[in-house]
């Protein structure tokens, strides 16, 4: 594979996203997407906090999703009646992209594209009582 540093004609290759490097999974992360349902995702939240005996757990979200961890958090925070806290924390993933060629005949190699894109890692939790 070679680095992108020549301009390619985008008819003549593919584009493969791949998948984001994800922190380590634990048992109190969630991953906020765009393609499950809003409702779900708030549900396992609150599951985990209610009945998963989780004090705390940190939602992720990354470029698009951003949003929707936002609006999680916020919700879990309101329906505990203020008895959950915040913190937020964003960050910059660097996401590498595949372009394969469209005809493995005529074209050149596969080439690989790195880019940039945002994240959030919100961790809700029950603040220790004195």
């Not at 008895?83 to 595949?98: I, K, M, P, R």
């Not at 596969?110 to 809700?124: E, G, L, Q, Y």
Request: glycine fraction near 6%; charge should be negative; proline fraction near 6%.
């Amino acid at each position: 594979m070679v680095e992108n540093t020549v301009e390619m004609d985008p008819v003549e290759y593919t584009l493969r996203k791949r998948l984001p490097w994800k922190l380590p999974k634990r048992r109190n992360d969630v991953y906020v997407n765009m393609k499950t349902d809003f409702r779900a995702q708030l549900a396992r939240c609150q599951k985990l906090l209610e009945g998963g005996g989780h004090r705390e757990i940190c939602v992720h979200g990354l470029g698009l999703a951003i949003n929707r961890a936002i609006n999680i958090a916020l919700q879990l925070q309101a329906s505990s009646q203020g008895a959950l806290q915040l913190a937020a924390n964003t960050s910059t993933v660097e996401l590498v992209d595949d372009l394969e060629p469209e005809d493995p005949d005529e074209a050149g190699e596969p080439m690989t594209r790195t880019r940039n894109n945002s994240a959030i890692h919100i961790k809700v939790f029950y603040p220790d009582t004195p």
